[in-house]
């Protein structure tokens, strides 16, 4: 790590290893709340496909634009737990879940991890 900090102009994605231009609407980590906290590595970041899309309306809860908001990385955390869920369940609750919309599975994963059912 270089000090003091020197912004990079192009940072690698820490999920998919591509380069992205260090700037807000590319490297996500750069659109976190908290702009204290840089999650990364210096000289890496995490690129919209992998992060999420900060632009995508937050309103839209269709399947497509819930992936497109989580991006691939969260795509992977919660579909690798939504199919815990599913082995988890009796098979009458099993069913039903399988029949829920994507918000609505990823809001009970969302639950489950704060409730400290799963991680
Ligand atoms: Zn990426």
């Known amino acids: 790590m270089r000090y003091p900090y020197e912004p990079q102009d192009y940072v690698r994605c820490t999920c998919c290893g591509i380069d992205v231009r260090n700037v807000p609407g590319e490297n996500v980590y750069l659109n976190l709340p908290d ?4 999650p990364s590595d210096d000289g890496y970041g995490m690129c919209i496909a992998c992060g999420g899309d900060p632009s995508a309306d937050v309103n839209d809860t269709s399947e497509a634009n819930i ?3 989580l991006g691939y990385g969260m795509i992977v955390f919660y579909n690798a737990r939504i199919e815990i869920m599913e ?3 009796n098979p009458e609750n ?3 879940f399988k029949k829920l919309d994507y918000a609505s599975k990823i809001s009970l994963v969302i639950k489950a991890v704060e409730d400290g059912l799963i991680v």
Do not use: H, V
């Open 35 to 38: 702009g204290n906290s840089y």
């Open 67 to 69: 992936r497109k908001r």
């Open 87 to 89: 082995r988890a369940l």
């Open 94 to 96: 099993a069913a039903l």
